[in-house]
DNA sequence: GTCTATATAGGGATAGAC
DNA sequence: GTCTATCCCTATATAGAC
């Protein structure tokens, strides 16, 4: 951090005097602010829904260098430091899926099948992004990325995420 | 460690000389062959792929406590842990996803559909495991686990994982 | 405000008594 | 084989000079 910042170690105790936690705390902050910005808010313009999660899911693999980037959510629930942010990545999550979740109400899905795409949808990220870096491959990140569209639209696919003609 | 052996931390080093990694190997392994002789066992039957998968869901939820557990695949895929014990995790992974696809092929999929179902069956399991401890509640996790058998089967359903009447 | 120096604690590992 | 004592190294944090 210290590198980071150009700062020493003691001297980021001037800024966060309560020390690691609030160090993190911050640093927390500033990713999830930038997701919101940068990811997020690709949702939120008035496009259609298809367009919308197209850019959406272009943005997120952005985000997480197509697979290969480890990602806060996971490495944060793991071990001693899932009890302390918890609140905050719970909060995250959870902001994430409702809104993925108001965009496929507004594709026409009904309020419960909305929010079970939506969390399948992170799920999806989530554990695509675990097995790629458990295998060394970026392939189930990928595949998930570009079905992540349709599957929030509801079309009807196969398992390979083709649409079935 | 040593509490859970009964035996003080320098005893543990007659039993491995190489310290940590021979020890994280240990665990890792034993973990790996209880999955195997546990869980993935439940597929080798001679029993129609739907009962076996039934009962891999059944073993697969016991093992993860129904979510509540945390997961060695992520655990060991995080931080400094990941490249020492890669090959490891990457062999297990495959291992369970190639089995799984055997399974689906059996039930009529062919290769390329079958290993794709598989890969999705993994990416949602270590999914959910990771949502369900991030937002703590294991919601995602019991219906991924409900869902696994149909999607492996290729069970046309919506996405509650109710089958279409 | 930022630095150097220093304290404290814990994990990882070894030496050697028994 | 198992223990106690000890060492080393790193992360975390504080003290105090400038």
Aim: with cysteine; aromatic share 6%; proline share 2%.
């Amino acid at each position: 951090m210290s590198e980071a910042t150009g700062l020493c170690r003691s001297s980021l105790y001037y800024y966060f005097p309560n020390g690691k936690e609030d160090m993190a705390n911050a640093a927390l902050a500033a990713v999830g602010n930038w997701f919101t910005r940068h990811v997020m808010s690709t949702l939120e313009s008035r496009d259609a829904p298809a367009l919308r999660l197209q850019r959406f899911s272009s943005k997120l693999a952005e985000h997480y260098a197509n697979g290969l980037a480890p990602c806060l959510m996971d490495v944060f629930t793991i071990g001693e430091a899932g009890s302390l942010f918890q609140q905050h990545l719970s909060n995250r999550m959870r902001a994430l899926m409702s809104i993925l979740a108001a965009v496929a109400e507004e594709a026409g899905a009904d309020k419960l099948e909305a929010a079970i795409r939506a969390e399948n949808a992170v799920v999806a990220i989530q554990g695509s992004l675990i097995v790629a870096r458990a295998v060394g491959n970026n392939g189930a990140f990928l595949r998930v990325i570009e079905n992540l569209p349709g599957n929030l639209l509801g079309v009807q696919a196969n398992s390979t995420g083709n649409v079935l003609t």
